[in-house]
């Protein structure tokens, strides 16, 4: 039982260990940037090694079982998430996104250890070798590439039963939000910026559109199209340097090295003779190398956004 319960504390204690080593190259050193945690490397392969160093490490007997290689990555994941957190060195918001794929590479990573530990290969040390170290190999040549940058678009739409000046009214000029009457339930468990109000000096081009969001973010916003009870569109621009460093990770701030929201357009159609249909589109643009996975959390938080202001619009004029 004594040697069980040491192995285990090892199949644990030495993958966090390993996770921890790497986050700090990656993360927190400055190695002339030839790593970074926005990398596929940290983002598959170390999960990935994280499943098979406590597989390796692990009991034979408790490897034998299909749950315990796939579950077990799964706690010096859960631990690693845990100290990062707590010494603030990662965000909230950056783990949340990124859990479910440490959780499914780890969980690879338990699956293809314990099949050569079972099958007792010869060349098994050689493999669990170059898994641990494929990060290292793979992150310079990917920083050597270089991240794409992409842009993508976020639609959302409202029908709403009310005088269309009334409906646009509510567009051009936000008034304070309160608390109650914020549905962002995405962003609010990301711990992203509640949005407060927005402000517009006049309506036409060359308006200046003020949103303004807790915690110090404000979007400056500069009116480009304007029609007046049926369009206006508006760039974005967020200035990082404004933004308080507790307010967001630097991984996701907006308006940082990898993610920025470009535009805004509102658009007012006429359904019927009492209801108008709002919509709402926004293009924002993505710098990694895993656009592919990032787009889509992005995408969300965007329409959550969206939707919010939306709702906050159809509950003042209805």
Known sequence: MKYNSRKIAIAIILPLIFALVVHFIFGVSDWGGLFSVMSISFLFLVPFGIGALTIYLSDIEKVKSQTYRICMPWVPIFAFFVITLFFGTEGWACWIMILPVFLIAASLGGAVAGHYKLKKHKQENTYLTLVVLFPFLLSPLENWIGSIANVYEAYTFIDLKADKARIWQNVTRVK???????????????????????????????????????????????????????????????????????????????????????DGTYVLQKL?????????????????????????????????????ILQVIKQRVE
């Open 272 to 308: 019927n003779a009492s209801t108008y249909r709002l919509h709402l589109y926004s293009h924002f643009k993505l710098t990694t190398t895993f656009n592919f996975y990032a787009a889509w959390w992005a995408g969300l938080i965007m329409k959550d956004i969206q939707n919010n």
């Open 176 to 262: 304070a939000i309160k608390r109650q009457d914020d549905k962002g339930w995405l962003t609010n468990t990301l711990g992203f910026p509640r949005p407060v109000r927005a402000e517009l000096n006049y309506n036409g081009v060359g308006g200046y559109r003020k949103a303004i969001f807790e915690k110090g973010l404000v979007f400056h916003e500069q009116v480009t199209d304007y029609e007046d009870l049926r369009r206006m569109r508006f760039t974005i621009k967020a200035h990082p340097y404004e933004i308080p460093s507790a307010t967001m990770d630097e991984h996701v701030v907006i308006g940082g090295n990898y993610f920025d929201v470009l």
